[in-house]
């Protein structure tokens, strides 16, 4: 069983729609929590950080982790065009250890 | 502006051909990182380093070295490059790994093709 397993998609949504990405993971001692964009030819940008349980809301983003059942989601209100891209979790134990990454789901918004 | 440069950014080699692909940080960042990227596996760390002269394994570390003499310059070295290390490689820098947030800030890419 992989770390940190994703959806590797394609998914394809209308302009405007909600997106909703998950990852699960198996270890229970991660504590920091990632999500990562990465536009086609481009390297990966870090979107949302957060640790431990709860939500963090950064405009039309909203990231949610969920530690008791080893789930985390990335919400995309209003979803646009420039939002299609492939986005990567990311985890890690503790603020030094390394960061384990997911394999990506590819979002296409079509307008 | 800040970035994290690589070079080159597209590179078709032949087997056991030694190639360096560099990496240059203007950010002033002590911590360095190569991964692959392979499609169905995500990022795989192959080494990293915390500070100048301080390199270690990540966890693809097999058929690569690096070196960090100066802070900002972390190359990864293929001595005989193989088919199986045909990929998409990223360098990536933080300022602290240390620190609770720890953004890595990555690079555009090469794209290596051995055959």
């Known amino acids: 069983q992989k770390e940190v397993e994703q959806d590797p998609g394609p998914l394809s949504v209308p302009e405007g729609a909600i997106v909703s990405l998950n990852c699960t993971y198996s270890?229970?001692?991660?504590?920091?929590f990632m999500w990562y964009r990465q536009y086609s030819r481009k390297g990966p940008e870090l979107l949302m950080y957060?640790?431990?349980?709860g939500n963090k809301e950064d405009g039309r983003f909203t990231a949610q982790v969920d530690k008791s059942s080893k789930y985390i989601s990335l919400f995309i209100r209003d979803s646009q065009p420039s939002d299609s891209a492939t986005y990567l979790c990311?985890?890690?134990?503790?603020?030094?250890?390394?960061?384990?990454f997911g394999p990506g789901t590819s979002l296409s918004v079509i307008p | 502006e800040a970035q994290v440069t690589q070079n080159p950014r597209y590179l078709i080699t032949v087997t056991g051909k030694k190639l360096t692909v560099t990496c240059s940080q203007n950010?002033?960042?002590?911590?360095m990182s190569w991964y692959r990227q392979d499609p169905g596996l995500g990022l795989r760390q192959i080494y990293y380093?915390?500070?100048?002269?301080?390199?270690d394994k990540g966890d693809v570390p097999e058929g690569y070295k690096v070196s960090r003499k100066e802070k900002r310059n972390f190359p990864l070295i293929l001595e005989s490059p193989s088919p199986n290390q045909t990929s998409l490689y990223f360098c990536?820098?933080?300022?602290?790994?240390?620190?609770?947030?720890?953004?890595?800030?990555f690079g555009p890419g090469t794209r290596l093709t051995v055959l």
């Open positions: 990536a820098s933080s300022h602290d790994p240390k620190s609770s947030y720890n953004e890595q800030f």
């Open positions: 270890n229970s001692a991660f504590q920091y």
């Open positions: 957060t640790y431990s349980s």
């Open positions: 990311a985890m890690r134990k503790t603020s030094y250890d390394k960061v384990i």
């Open positions: 950010m002033n960042h002590e911590y």
């Open positions: 380093s915390m500070n100048v002269e301080v390199t």
